[in-house]
């Protein structure tokens, strides 16, 4: 596919912005929990990984070298997983308590699941001989 490489990129970026944003509301505690700011919980700052690991999908996007889209692939990979992770430890219920799930959940796993899709289909210059 001919723009992979650039909408790889543009999900990346996405991605880097969807772990800014708030991912769950807990209206009892009045916690908006985002990628990087979890407030009071014991939740971490899970965005951080996903936005370095995008950051590192950006970089390996835009170089040339077969190596850089073999290893594009396992840091996808990992970036999906990671998001897969959020998903299941944010959005699980806490002693009868649901937090409620914001859009960015649900768009930090579509853009890591249309990455590692991107990552599947680059371009790669063949010599003839």
Known sequence: MKHSQTIGILLSL??????????VIIDSK???????????????QPGKFLAYFAILNCLLFALPYLFAKRTNIVVAALVLAW???NYL???TCYMGECPQKQWALYA??????????????????????
């Open 83 to 85: 998001s897969i992770r």
């Open 30 to 44: 009045h916690w908006v929990i985002t990628g990087w700011e979890t407030g009071a919980s014991s939740f971490g």
């Open 108 to 129: 930090c796993i579509a853009a890591s699941a249309c990455i590692l899709i991107m990552t599947f289909l680059p371009k790669i210059n063949v010599e003839k001989k």
């Open 14 to 23: 996405l991605l880097i912005y969807c772990t800014t944003q708030p991912l």
């Open 89 to 91: 430890i944010l959005s």
